[in-house]
């Protein structure tokens, strides 16, 4: 008999059954076309463990073993909320249903709730990596009824990625917690992606680089601190062809980028805790302004195109731009693990930001070489921002310049770098001693009465001088 079930044979669930199946487990599946649970119990035949193609709910229910452990792979939202209504009376207290699916937070709190509610326990799970990651190893974020954790441990960290041996799963935290590192792993996602897409049109609109030159810029960076699964597919999809027309297949597709809304979920989260996520902002903005295709071409129509003065001595200004992305993504890395600290404090979920960086080791989307130094850095010292670990602090010092130099070149090349631009504003105004928001504050109070503290009387609260001419004359 099975004790895990998987509902929800599309692309991810049929790769994670043959998955589970491969590492010896026995798992029951359950979709509203069996024939799609059929043709995996056939593609894992040979595996190790057993594939059980169910025809419905209860057969899938009662061919289970207690505590029943149902891994839920359907789109989030109304698809999701429809099976767990359609298992909960079958299920007996104490078993568990967790949902694999990109569902926001906050959806999570309140399928945790409804189901504890019911007797049953219920984990909101981040999964990374795509189908490739769900067949070999995905990286898993887990939160929600921590005694259930233990009830399906195994068969996760068997079926997850593992750096140097360790499985890229763990829980985090109640409620929503798992779904809300997922949620922020997207968003570094979004930032990552939105660097590598400006380092690109650098590198062909700046210097008029081929498809083939920049593929080989990207490959090069995979030698550096830069090494990372998304700079490795960055050189595979630039230096592909299209086999219609034997063009770099980046110029047949059309600029305009799609986005499901974790990117924007992030950085609304991000907002509501007052956490900087400037360079997830960017990202998603870019994606926004890339959607009206018609609005930039009677904009290009208006005006024409941005004056642009090209980009000149390529040779140093490659060496510049890995520099510039060493500096930015430290800087997007510090703020999504702030991002973290902050939901971790308003929400009291205790989250370990040195275990966060470690299951992204290996597996997500996001995996890079730094992810092993950032979890050593939170390790070290997990109340300190990650750009002031040693390590972090000395390669964003080396490295800020280029950001500048980056930064201020395409600027005057007319090429659209915002979150290049995002990261040196967020590095610059991150060591400001003397901001200028006693300019705010004294507008605040001029207009509102809202009061500030003195610079020479910490703590204390006063009105300045426009409302009470005498103290102050
Ligand atoms: C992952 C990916 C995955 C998915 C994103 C894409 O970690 O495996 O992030 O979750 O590819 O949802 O998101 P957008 O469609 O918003 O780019």
């Known amino acids: 008999m099975a004790h895990v079930g998987l509902v929800g044979i599309g692309v991810m669930g049929r790769e994670f059954a043959l998955n589970l199946a491969e590492q010896g487990h026995t798992v029951s599946l359950l979709d509203r076309n069996i024939e799609k649970s059929r043709e995996v119990v056939t593609a894992g035949s040979a595996l190790d463990g057993e594939l059980i193609a169910c025809a419905d709910a209860e057969t899938f229910v009662a061919g289970m073993a207690a505590p029943r452990s149902v891994l839920v792979l359907v789109p989030s939202g109304a698809p999701l909320?429809?099976?767990?209504?359609?298992?909960?009376?079958?299920?007996?207290?104490?078993?568990?249903?967790?949902?694999?699916?990109?569902?926001?937070?906050?959806?999570?709190?309140?399928?945790?709730?409804?189901?504890?509610?019911?007797?049953?326990?219920?984990?909101?799970?981040?999964?990374?990596?795509?189908?490739?990651?769900?067949?070999?190893?995905?990286?898993?974020?887990?939160?929600?009824?921590?005694?259930?954790?233990?009830?399906?441990?195994?068969?996760?960290?068997?079926?997850?990625?593992?750096?140097?041996?360790?499985?890229?799963?763990?829980?985090?935290?109640?409620?929503?917690?798992?779904?809300?590192?997922?949620?922020?792993?997207?968003?570094?996602?979004?930032?990552?992606?939105?660097?590598?897409?400006?380092?690109?049109g650098i590198m062909r609109d700046g210097w008029g680089m081929d498809a083939a030159a920049i593929g080989d810029v990207f490959a090069g960076w995979m030698d550096g601190p830069l090494n990372?699964?998304?700079?490795?597919?960055?050189?595979?999809?630039?230096?592909?062809?299209?086999?219609?027309?034997?063009?770099?297949?980046?110029?047949?597709?059309?600029?305009?980028?799609?986005?499901?809304?974790?990117?924007?979920?992030?950085?609304?989260?991000?907002?509501?805790?007052?956490?900087?996520?400037?360079?997830?902002?960017?990202?998603?903005?870019?994606?926004?302004?890339?959607?009206d295709l018609d609005g930039r071409r009677d904009g290009a129509m208006l005006f024409g195109a941005a004056p642009t003065g090209g980009l000149e001595e390529r040779e140093e200004g490659l060496k510049q731009l890995e520099s510039a992305m060493i500096a930015a993504k430290i800087c997007a890395y510090t703020q999504g693990f702030e991002v973290l600290r902050r939901a971790s404090d308003a929400f009291d979920w205790s989250l370990d930001l040195a275990a966060i960086a470690r299951v992204w080791r290996a597996g997500c989307?996001?995996?890079?070489?730094?992810?092993?130094?950032?979890?050593?850095?939170?390790?070290?010292?997990?109340?300190?921002?990650?750009?002031?670990?040693?390590?972090?602090?000395?390669?964003?010092?080396?490295?800020?310049?280029?950001?500048?130099?980056?930064?201020?070149?395409?600027?005057?090349?007319?090429?659209?770098?915002?979150?290049?631009?995002?990261?040196?504003?967020?590095?610059?105004a991150s060591r400001t001693q003397h901001s200028t928001a006693n300019m705010i504050q004294a507008l605040r109070d001029r207009f509102g009465a809202h009061r500030f503290e003195r610079v020479d009387a910490h703590g204390e609260q006063v009105n300045g001088p426009w409302h009470d001419p005498e103290r102050y004359a």
């Open 365 to 428: 989307i996001i995996r890079s070489v730094l992810l092993d130094d950032i979890s050593d850095a939170f390790d070290e010292d997990a109340t300190r921002k990650l750009s002031h670990a040693p390590k972090f602090s000395a390669l964003l010092d080396e490295n800020a310049g280029s950001l500048k130099t980056v930064v201020m070149q395409s600027v005057g090349a007319a090429l659209e770098t915002p979150a290049l631009y995002a990261a040196l504003s967020y590095h610059n």
């Open 228 to 291: 990372s699964y998304l700079v490795e597919v960055a050189a595979e999809v630039t230096h592909a062809s299209d086999p219609v027309t034997q063009k770099p297949m980046l110029d047949m597709i059309l600029d305009r980028a799609g986005q499901k809304g974790t990117g924007r979920w992030s950085v609304i989260e991000a907002l509501h805790l007052g956490a900087p996520a400037s360079m997830m902002q960017a990202a998603v903005e870019a994606r926004n302004i890339s959607a």
């Open 81 to 200: 909320d429809a099976v767990i209504e359609s298992l909960t009376p079958l299920l007996d207290p104490g078993d568990l249903i967790a949902d694999l699916g990109n569902s926001h937070f906050k959806e999570t709190e309140r399928r945790v709730r409804a189901c504890e509610a019911a007797g049953l326990q219920f984990l909101g799970m981040g999964i990374s990596g795509g189908a490739e990651g769900a067949r070999n190893g995905p990286s898993i974020m887990a939160g929600g009824s921590k005694d259930s954790w233990a009830q399906v441990k195994d068969p996760l960290q068997d079926a997850a990625a593992k750096f140097e041996g360790t499985p890229c799963c763990d829980w985090f935290g109640p409620g929503g917690a798992g779904h809300f590192i997922k949620m922020l792993h997207n968003g570094i996602e979004y930032a990552d992606m939105q660097m590598i897409a400006e380092a690109y």
